[in-house]
């Protein structure tokens, strides 16, 4: 639940009117905007191509204030179907994968009662081959339940879960909650595919789900039959599991064992980050980005082919990531505006315009004076979205009447703020996607001062430290996982010394790929720069980097009715999520308190989404 935002995603709307060369082109959400071309890099096709998103959250109507992502699912409905026409009329074939995290994290989810109806209905129509659960999918008994009765079903033979089970709704008996894996044959081709579908070794569930480690799993005596069977060319290991990590290294392990020769192609996600990893010259795991930013590729030529056994053959590995827009999807499909749509597409996409529509989603609550930012400035700065809660909404909201004037400190998690908020209408949807949690305040009284400072150095020590702390037990990680990302792959690089002391990250890495582009005369706008274990020319659209700021993984607000100095003790607000996180810092500043028994809410049925909306009405009316 804790995922705060990067602003990875974010071109600057400012420049707009000097880069928009593609006129012609009209995303299927009515307000989103044109897609901007730039040059692209191309994809290679190969015996066998895949399609992959992971970490949509809900966000299936596309991003409507930026342009590289600007595409919707409809769309992608589209171009999966030209890309699946292309590849079989070169004699190929085309198989798409979802790994999961497909709730939460925007209206179109998260705004519907029950929440998710009009998500599940959009989501169905994409021909997806293999499908998985997020651990989203499975922190409240409604959304397993939900996932259960409906995605499955309608993923019927697509869905698998190798290591989940639900308690059946119905009759409370254990149940695996798809099957554990598939074996079939590819259509054109004729590979045969062993399949399984993961999740990484997860522990915050609701206690209706079981999820049964990778490493235990693996063992069991229906996995080792699956990978001792002889007839396969390809295991494909979908999962939302990061692409590096040691459970995707312990399956590639046992696989092995058994399969020296192999091929492996794995999809992963919940990090957040695109990213690919090598883990020998026949196995590479492609993880595919966030939120309908990214739609990943990878194709495998040189694989043996039912009969026709090419074991003496190495298999040939590419990848891409595409930015989610229709600029992108007209070059790679070699489609324009008249040929690209499927009626399937269009409908798909009017679907998401009246299930929007119905949800009000593009109802107007104020108007943004400026862009500010999650993590493309530093913390604390006047266009830090943090900055902004601290100063301005949590003292001008965060009021509890029967507490009096007793002063008082806030601390927050980062986290649980989601997303950029971006200069102009702030929309319904715009609440969703900043703040698409339903967590509310809780305090305790009398809190020395001090010893609130010391909670937060030990809250915001980088970046597992509590969990180290405590391990075996069900704290999550308080960093987003682009963060926990960031801080174990990429090297820190200080890109503008002059800034802050905070450091900066430059995921880019210093070299950019040579240039491979098809088109000259476009712009190179900032996006996207990938480095992973293929090198740097990942991105099909080439892009200038983005530098990233560190934040805290928590802030606080001193609000006090005594402008005067600092208070002796203090009620120390919190926001509900961070509760374990608190009583674990509480116990290395030596503060007895007992955060379980000792707490009582704040502000009662106000959540922070109420707070934040409140405060826009009132302080950013639109002229
Ligand atoms: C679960 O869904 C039902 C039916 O929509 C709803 O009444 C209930 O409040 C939900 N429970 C939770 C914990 O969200
Ligand atoms: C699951 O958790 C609920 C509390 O949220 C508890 O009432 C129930 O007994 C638990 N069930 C099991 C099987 O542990
Ligand atoms: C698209 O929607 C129209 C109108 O509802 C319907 O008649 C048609 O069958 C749909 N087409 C597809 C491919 O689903």
């Not at 009117?17 to 096709?45: G, N």
């Not at 492996?264 to 957040?272: D, S, T």
């Not at 700065?381 to 400190?409: A, H, I, M, Y």
């Not at 971006?422 to 319904?428: P, V």
Request: aromatic share 12%; glycine share 6%.
């Amino acid at each position: 639940m804790t995922c705060s935002p990067r602003g990875l995603s974010t071109l600057f709307l400012a420049v707009l009117p000097w880069i928009v060369s593609f006129p012609s082109a009209l995303a299927a959400q009515p307000s989103a905007p044109a897609p901007i071309s730039a040059p692209l890099r191309a994809l290679e096709f190969g015996q066998l191509n895949f399609l992959h998103t992971t970490d949509t959250h809900g966000w299936l109507a596309g991003h409507l204030e930026e342009p590289s992502y600007s595409a919707d699912w409809g769309d992608y409905v589209s171009f999966a179907t030209r890309m699946r026409e292309k590849a079989e009329a070169q004699g190929q074939d085309l198989l798409v994968i979802d790994t999961g995290d497909r709730v939460e994290g925007n209206g179109l989810y998260d705004s519907s009662e029950p929440k998710g109806i009009f998500l599940s209905e959009i989501l169905r129509h994409q021909h997806i081959d293999v499908i998985t659960s997020g651990n989203h999918e499975l922190y409240k008994q409604n959304t397993s339940e939900a996932e259960f009765l409906s995605t499955v079903p309608n993923f019927r033979g697509k869905y698998l879960a190798s290591n989940i089970d639900i308690s059946h709704p119905e009759t409370n008996e254990l149940v695996p909650l798809a099957p554990r894996f598939k074996k079939f044959t590819t259509k054109k081709q004729g590979i045969r595919i062993v399949a399984f579908g993961f999740l990484f070794d997860f522990t915050g569930n609701y206690n209706n789900t079981v999820v049964q480690p990778v490493e235990k799993t693996i063992k069991e005596d229906w996995f080792q039959e699956a990978i001792r069977d002889k007839e396969v060319d390809l295991f494909l290991v979908a999962g939302h599991v990061p692409a590096h990590s040691p459970e995707y290294w312990a399956i590639f392990e046992e696989i092995r064992r058994i399969r020296w020769d192999t091929p492996i192609q794995f999809f992963g996600g919940h990090e957040h980050i695109r990213d690919y990893a090598k883990y020998d010259s026949k196995a590479f795991a492609l993880a595919s980005g966030r939120f309908m930013e990214t739609i990943g590729f990878t194709s495998i030529d040189g694989l043996s082919t039912g009969d026709q056994s090419s074991a003496a053959s190495s298999p040939v590995f590419k990848r891409r990531y595409i930015d989610n827009n229709l600029y992108s999807f007209y070059h790679h499909t070699g489609l324009d505006e008249e040929s690209f749509p499927t009626e399937n597409g269009l409908n798909v996409s009017q679907l998401i315009t009246e299930s929007r529509s119905a949800l009000r989603l593009d109802h107007v609550h104020g108007c943004v004076p400026r862009t500010l930012w999650t993590s493309r400035v530093p913390y604390p700065n006047p266009n830090s979205v943090f900055t902004w809660l601290q100063t301005r909404v949590l003292p001008d909201s965060l009021k509890d009447e029967s507490r009096g004037e007793v002063p008082s400190v806030a601390i927050l998690n980062t986290g649980a703020m989601r997303f950029d908020i971006f200069k102009g209408e702030f929309t319904q949807d715009t609440i969703w996607t900043i703040s698409p949690f339903t967590n509310s305040f809780r305090y305790v009284k009398d809190v020395p001062y001090e010893k609130v400072q010391l909670i937060m150095e030990v809250l915001n020590k980088q970046p597992k430290v509590l969990e180290t702390l405590e391990s075996g037990s069900k704290l999550s990680p308080l960093p987003c996982p682009e963060n926990l990302a960031r801080a174990a792959y990429f090297t820190t690089e200080v890109v503008e010394e002059d800034l802050e002391t905070q450091p900066v990250y430059n995921i880019a890495g210093s070299h950019q790929a040579p240039l491979s582009v098809d088109r000259l005369d476009e712009k190179i706008l900032p996006g996207y720069t990938t480095k992973d274990d293929a090198g740097t020319d990942g991105d099909d659209t080439v892009h200038s980097p983005i530098s990233f700021y560190e934040v805290p993984n928590c802030i606080q607000a001193l609000l006090s009715a005594d402008k005067s100095g600092v208070p002796e003790t203090v009620d120390l607000i919190y926001i509900e999520f961070i509760q374990p996180h608190l009583a674990m810092a509480a116990k290395f500043a030596s503060l007895d308190v007992d955060f379980f028994k000792d707490s009582e809410v704040y502000m009662p049925s106000t959540t922070l989404t109420d707070l934040l909306l409140a405060w826009v009405k009132k302080h950013w009316k639109c002229e």
